[in-house]
């Protein structure tokens, strides 16, 4: 008898006993809230939060050709990254449409770690199966070998430095170490998606809970709270990062996403979708398509992904995030609109919101950067 029941976390008792809000995310059941999840948001942007990222996807490879094989299968560099180091990239299809976006680890001269979104993951590791073929590198499914945890915020590290002696100050932004963490030994990881200094926890998943309760007391003082997806969502609109299925899609390639830099035609040997993606660079340069922009709301109401953006009277563009803004206190969104409509203080620009047009103000991305 089969079940399409979610899958649950290592830490699913612990979020079912703080009383978390569940629900069905990408396959997995998650914590969507624990409380107000505008006090999440505000938490994580102030002193720190605590959050269960075990759904996303670890693949690893191995082997003297680990290297060449991602940068084969991979947009970006990869080969040349440092042990230690981390790097944003993204795998594309051969007609250049993102098949995900991803961060990959260097964890040794011949071991990457590949981390694919949720709901990816397993498109992932087929390509990667699939790409490595004629390399001298073996793809590994890992992701029952680890659980995920994350703290964010200005607090994070004085609350993770109380727990570890691994060397925090030296962990470079986009870098992890090995190390131990309240006793359970761990990948840290100086990354994130909240627009936040912090970390991520890569752990056996029989240690999750005793790490998560140690953090939990660790940053009691702190003001460190539970974290769910709901808050996640706001923290990385705030900070104009991408979600997969929103701003990046297999219709958008890297260029039209305003994310070029992260192909790397530079680098040895072919890699998939090269030249799809060096037309696409050249279209970008020349005839842009629609412009990834932010919009902040004048009024109260909530754009949603799909609404139209409309300017005299034309659809020019579509919403791909909107929601309330707890740091600028007004609803805000990304949308793609047309380069004519793209500039920062553009007027006349409004949201078709259930048939009333919405005014909204072009900014540039993000919304919100910490200061450094």
Request: one cysteine or more; glycine letters at 12%; charged letters at 20%.
């Amino acid at each position: 008898m089969t079940t399409d029941a979610p899958r649950r976390t290592a830490l699913d008792a612990l979020h079912r006993a703080l009383g978390a809000t569940m629900t069905d995310f990408a396959g997995w059941d998650m914590p969507l809230r624990y409380g107000s999840e505008r006090d999440e948001h505000v938490a994580v942007r102030t002193r720190a939060g605590l959050f269960d990222l075990s759904h996303m996807g670890e693949i690893t490879l191995t082997g003297a050709e680990a290297g060449r094989a991602l940068d084969f299968a991979l947009v970006g560099n990869i080969s040349a990254l440092a042990v230690g180091r981390a790097r944003y990239t993204m795998i594309c299809n051969a007609d250049g449409g993102i098949v995900d976006d991803l961060i990959v680890y260097r964890l040794a001269e011949q071991e990457f770690m590949v981390v694919a979104n949720a709901s990816n993951a397993q498109v992932v590791l087929d390509a990667l199966t699939e790409r490595a073929a004629g390399f001298d590198a073996v793809v590994r499914d890992d992701r029952d070998a680890y659980a995920l945890i994350a703290i964010q915020g200005p607090a994070s590290p004085a609350i993770l430095k109380s727990v570890t002696d691994a060397d925090l100050d030296g962990l470079k932004y986009y870098a992890g170490l090995p190390g131990t963490v309240a006793g359970v030994p761990a990948l840290i990881a100086r990354t994130g998606y909240t627009g936040e200094d912090g970390f991520e926890l890569f752990v056996a998943p029989g240690d999750a809970e005793k790490l998560w309760q140690a953090l939990t007391e660790a940053g009691a003082d702190a003001g460190l709270v539970p974290c769910g997806l709901s808050c996640r969502d706001t923290l990385r609109l705030e900070a104009g990062m991408p979600l997969y299925g929103h701003e990046l899609t297999t219709s958008l390639t890297p260029f039209d996403a305003g994310l070029g830099r992260v192909v790397k035609f530079d680098k040895a040997g072919d890699f998939v979708g090269r030249e799809a993606l060096a037309a696409a660079a050249e279209r970008a340069e020349s005839a842009p398509p629609r412009k990834l922009v932010g919009l902040v709301a004048t009024g109260r109401r909530v754009p949603r992904a799909g609404f139209a953006v409309v300017a005299g009277g034309t659809v020019v563009g579509e919403v791909t995030s909107g929601a309330p803004s707890p740091t600028l206190g007004k609803p805000i969104a990304m949308a793609y609109v047309d380069v004519a409509h793209a500039a920062p203080g553009t007027d006349g620009v409004s949201v078709d919101i259930r048939g009333a047009h919405e005014p909204y103000e072009v900014v540039a991305l993000p919304f919100y950067k910490r200061e450094r």
